[in-house]
């Protein structure tokens, strides 16, 4: 009995964790020279095309967003773009979408989970009217946002801004 039970825990704690990973894309980074989002600290912005933000390392994951599109996002990750920007690590920064809704994401939030800024999913650029340019997800939190357990309210989609201060 007992070597049964040891392997059997290990394969069902091992489950849930394999199916959300977020792995190094092979996608080359977009030629898209359009604004695409701003970033501002302290009173000064700067303007990110699509090609600039994937200089970033790009990253994949295979998802069920709880809105409804299950495939595969690819996109950067936040703190990657909070080092490149010199953002000041210990403050919140406010993501703004381009329907004015806002949200936070506190240094602590940012370190216990991660945070992708998707610019494509399936490979394509997301259109406006479906969410896109940028939208953001928490891929650990998919199948607990998807069954209620935990609120959507940090997956802001068309983000247009990203505040520090
Ligand atoms: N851009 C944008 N993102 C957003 C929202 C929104 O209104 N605009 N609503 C948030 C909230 S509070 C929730 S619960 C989920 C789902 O919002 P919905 O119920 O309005 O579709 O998306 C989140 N992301
Ligand atoms: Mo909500």
Known sequence: ?????????????????AALALTPSERAPSGD???ALTITQAGESTILSLK?????DLYDVDMHHPEGLK???????VNDLVDAHGLDEA??????????YTTFLTPA???????????RFEGEP????????????????AEAVRTGALP????????IEIRAR
Request: charged letters at 20%; proline letters at 6%.
């Open 1 to 17: 009995m007992r070597t049964l039970i040891a392997p059997l825990i290990l394969a069902l704690t091992a489950l849930p964790v």
């Open 33 to 35: 020279t359009a604004a």
């Open 52 to 56: 600039q933000l994937e200089q970033l």
């Open 71 to 77: 495939g595969e996002f690819t996109g950067v990750l």
């Open 91 to 100: 403050t919140r920064i406010r993501l703004v979408a381009a329907d004015d």
């Open 109 to 119: 939030e940012r370190e216990e989970k991660q945070y992708l800024l998707v610019t």
């Open 126 to 141: 997301i259109p406006l009217d479906k969410q896109g340019p940028l939208m953001l997800v928490v891929p650990a939190d």
């Open 152 to 159: 959507m309210t940090k997956w802001i989609w068309s983000v």
